[in-house]
């Protein structure tokens, strides 16, 4: 059974900084594509940064040049780095990855969340 576990969520004030971190574990053959999404009430979940397996990043508008998403393919986890943060960051925030569990199956996984909220 894969789980991802993420940490990090806080209140902090505009313009601080918070580090998410995301943790997979289980029977993983290899992780593919990882990302992070938010999600607002009543909202959809939706993209925040995503990182390939060679490291290559994508972001959305609202964020680059303020976030940055990192991974460690060995130690299986995935961050991100939330810099001058505004109150509109606020929301829950989700780990993604996909994940190879057999030789011929790949499966996407979620994490529970982590509540980041800034404050003016």
């Known amino acids: 059974q894969v789980q991802l576990v993420e940490s990090g969520g806080d209140w902090v004030q505009a313009g601080g900084s918070l580090r998410l971190s995301c943790a997979a574990s289980g029977i993983i053959f290899s992780i593919n594509d990882m990302a992070w999404y938010h999600q607002a009430p009543g909202k959809q979940r939706e993209l925040v940064a995503a990182i390939t397996r060679n490291s ?65």
């Open 56 to 120: 290559s990043t994508n972001y959305a508008d609202s964020v680059k040049g303020r976030f940055t998403i990192s991974r460690d393919n060995r130690k299986k986890m995935v961050y991100l780095q939330m810099n001058s943060l505004k109150p509109e960051d606020t929301d829950v925030y989700y780990c993604y990855a996909n994940i190879r569990t057999r030789l011929d199956s790949r499966e996407d996984f979620w994490g529970q969340g982590t509540q980041v909220t800034v404050s003016s």
